[in-house]
């Protein structure tokens, strides 16, 4: 689930947006500022969804948010590493 965080939005302007457009980037962009969990709304048929459609994955566009995250999230961890170590010899 994606949270905005603006008073002056309305329910209607969300859903607009079609926020499942976004949910790649933003996710991306959590693991790589550090976040060790990730929430996301996985739905079959996401138009026919009783509440939060507008925002849910459909499985196969999570499995491919899975893999990407999963891979960022290792190379971060690399990252991490060599900076430690580059530190460390100083």
């Not at 790649?24 to 500022?33: L, T």
């Not at 196969?60 to 893999?67: A, G």
Request: proline content about 3%; some cysteine; hydrophobic content about 45%.
């Amino acid at each position: 689930m994606l949270v905005l965080m603006n008073k002056d939005v309305t329910k209607e302007q969300i859903e607009r947006v079609k926020q499942w457009d976004i949910v790649m980037p933003m996710a991306q962009a959590a693991v790589v500022a550090g976040a060790n969990g990730l929430m996301i709304e996985v739905h079959q048929d996401p138009q026919a969804a009783l509440t939060d459609g507008f925002q849910s994955l459909k499985p196969e566009k999570f499995r491919v948010l899975l893999n990407r995250v999963q891979e960022l999230a290792a190379f971060v961890q690399r990252m991490a590493h060599c900076t430690e170590k580059s530190e460390s010899l100083h």
